[in-house]
């Protein structure tokens, strides 16, 4: 089931991104630290009610957070639509035992009704440059690579930005 977060649960998804983030850093990919995603995200997220988890039982296994907001680092991005009726797609994570389960794509298919249903134009998110099994994951759902941007905290590479119309 696919539902918003609540702030109790937040320990329970800093552990699922941490566990994601070791699994990430095992495989070379150095996306995510002790920086991002950060307890203090995920509060926010949780006050603007932007935050869902998928859970099987009493167990979060995923976990993505959909948002009206556009962070600064996007705007210089070329994107295809206008900025004013958006969604993006942040903090997106699967437990490493759940992957490949295809627990991202309900995620995502849930983002994308959602933004359909409330009349958004598009979905925007961000991956790591190096992280090429993010990239054919949203290349997939038709997502079109545009722009680079950096989170300095994060990693000295780019991160590419991608939208989908809607």
């Known amino acids: 089931m696919i539902r918003p977060a609540k702030l109790a649960e937040i320990p329970q998804i800093l552990g699922l991104t941490k566990a994601c983030a070791q699994h990430m850093k095992a495989n070379g990919i150095f996306q995510w630290n002790e920086h991002y995603p950060s ?24 976990c993505i957070t959909i948002s009206t907001m556009m962070d600064q680092e996007y705007a210089p991005v070329q994107w295809l639509t206008p900025n004013n009726s958006n969604l993006y797609i942040h903090r997106l994570a699967v437990h490493p035992e759940q992957q490949g389960k ?3 794509r309900r995620l995502m298919d849930f983002a994308e009704q959602k933004a359909r249903d409330e009349g958004y134009v598009s979905i925007r998110l961000d ?6 099994r993010n990239q054919r994951f949203y290349k997939a759902r038709g997502y079109q690579r545009l722009g680079i941007i950096y ?15 809607l």
């Open 39 to 62: 307890k203090e995200a995920f509060k926010n997220d949780v006050a603007r009610k932007e935050l869902y988890v998928l859970e099987e039982g009493s167990l979060i296994l995923a």
């Open 102 to 104: 295809g627990k991202a």
């Open 127 to 132: 991956t790591f440059s190096k992280n090429k």
């Open 151 to 165: 989170f300095p905290k994060q990693s000295s590479d780019p991160f590419y930005c991608y939208e989908l119309v």
